[in-house]
């Protein structure tokens, strides 16, 4: 099984989405489902996908898990939940026993977006991320470099924990990279417990000035840093059509795999979301 381990539906004339602001965003700025997602899956040979968190609200992730049931290509969901709410335990509960609920896989937050760099080391989050762990449940961390060193620490605090970084913790790839980004994800990828998501790659690029060979050297170094093992494919549709087609996408980072050999490819468009996400799917 082929699988695009982050994808995002939304609908801007139902819900706020406060990160979609910018006038750059506009394109994007309309609803997209799973009708829109499904030939895409199609014409790119993808069998399934993970539908990821777009906004901090439990209303969202209620509603991607009524999606996840009534849809068989949606085989996870990483969703959002309160890490500092005291009683999250009782809230997972709640989301695995909803129709779709034994699809979550996941909590994320938008930890970039919150003004202390060390968020993710706050006591009541920590409390909430080990409520996330005993329910068998993986984190995501949406981080920039500023937020990696507090995402090293958590990893290292939760040596048993499962982690995702998204988008490779975008590194600047548009200034052409940073030494800072560089062994800061070094230092993560250290921890064991920590997969890397090659995704958002392109947006992350001047989007009108990108290609394969543009983004090669971050896959590469991602790949450095995590192993064969813990790369993992995902295409973050519809962010990423700002650059380029899910197509466009798809190809620039199967050819930026293509270098790291036949069984890093195989591993990053499947065998490790499932392995991280712990999905029961024959890949």
Known sequence: MIIDAHQHFWDPARADYPWMAADELAPIRRAF?????????????IDASILVQCRS????TEEFLRIAHATPSVIGVVGWADLTDGALGDTLERLRGLPGGDK??????????????????????????????????????????RELPA???????FPQARFVLDHA????????????????IKALGACGNVWCKISGLATEAAWNDWDAERLSPFVVHAASCFGEGRLIFGSDWPVCLL?????????????????LGPQARDKAFGVNAAAVYRLAVAT
């Open 151 to 157: 995402a090293i620490a958590t990893a290292q605090a």
């Open 33 to 45: 489902g799973p009708a829109d997602l499904a030939p895409l899956l199609t014409a790119n040979g």
């Open 243 to 259: 650059a380029g087609s899910y197509g466009e996408i798809k190809d620039a980072l199967e050819a930026c795999l293509a270098k």
């Open 169 to 184: 913790a975008k590194p600047p790839i548009a200034a052409g990279g940073s030494s800072e980004w560089a062994a800061r």
């Open 57 to 60: 609200a439990l209303e969202e």
């Open 104 to 145: 979550l896989v996941g909590i994320r937050h938008q930890v970039h977006d919150e003004p202390d760099p060390d968020w993710l080391l706050r006591e009541d989050v920590q409390r909430g991320l080990t409520a996330v762990f005993a329910h068998d449940l993986a984190y995501d961390f949406l981080v920039r470099s």
